[in-house]
């Protein structure tokens, strides 16, 4: 087992671009998540989606959008970069909401 | 509002020192609370989940307990290795959100 596995695990974007930032995992789980982190303000609930088809906004989610077209992979997009995006990405998923929560390893964004 | 403030921020201990970290959350009903690790440029890796004042879990050299009020990490003995940032959330009833607290870096001084 893989576990979550996040690609890439390194980028830089220039103020404006757009990326898709691809969470995949193995475990069957319903529900995952995308967190940011950044220095002195704790992981924040992005998006999160408790099954295939559905998404929901967690408690930082302007300038993101998500997709769910398979149970195991959840899609994080910028459609428009900024430098306030600069932070550290990580998925999560459990398999209840009620559940332990497996990270990946993350992807840190730079926006230029 | 919903709020979880782990302390010390920072803590720096001797091999063999034993000491505790804390979490203090003010949540609009507890669902559960947990620890994780997270190595530097790693994600974080689950240690404990605590569901209702009173209890206990234990790993090792670590201990968690739970009050209605806060959580506390306690280490034993501890090692360099258990070197890390130690974060706790908090879940609430309603919805699926959780909560972070920023963390508290843990370095163990051989």
């Known amino acids: 087992n893989a576990g979550v596995t996040q690609t890439p695990k390194f980028r830089v974007l220039k103020t404006g671009q757009s990326m898709t930032l691809l969470c995949a995992q193995d475990?069957?789980?319903?529900?995952m998540y995308w967190y940011r982190q950044d220095p002195g303000m704790g992981l924040r609930l992005i998006h999160y989606?408790?099954?295939?088809?559905?998404?929901a906004k967690g408690e930082v989610p302007d300038g993101y959008n998500v997709s769910r077209l398979k149970k195991q992979n959840f899609l994080l997009g910028l459609e428009s970069a900024a430098p306030s995006q600069t932070s550290v990405y990580f998925c999560?998923?459990?398999?209840?909401?009620?559940?332990?929560?497996?990270f990946g390893p993350g992807t840190r964004l730079t926006v230029l | 509002e919903d709020q979880v403030t782990q302390s010390p921020e920072a803590l720096r201990l001797q091999e063999g020192e034993s000491s505790s970290l804390n979490c203090s959350y003010t949540?609009?009903?507890?669902?559960?609370l947990f620890w994780y690790r997270q190595d530097p440029g790693k994600g974080p890796e689950f240690l404990f989940t605590?569901?209702?004042a009173g209890e206990e879990k234990e790993k090792e050299r670590l201990k968690a307990t739970l009050t209605k009020k806060e959580s506390f990490l306690h280490i034993t003995a501890p090692k360099p290795e258990d070197s890390a940032t130690y974060l706790c959330?908090?879940?609430?009833?309603?919805?699926?959100?959780?909560?972070f607290g920023t963390g508290t870096s843990l370095t163990v001084i051989p």
């Open positions: 999560a998923s459990s398999y209840l909401n009620t559940d332990t929560q497996y």
């Open positions: 475990m069957n789980h319903e529900y």
């Open positions: 989606s408790v099954g295939e088809g559905t998404t």
């Open positions: 949540v609009s009903g507890l669902r559960g």
């Open positions: 605590l569901y209702s």
């Open positions: 959330a908090v879940q609430v009833r309603t919805g699926n959100q959780f909560y």
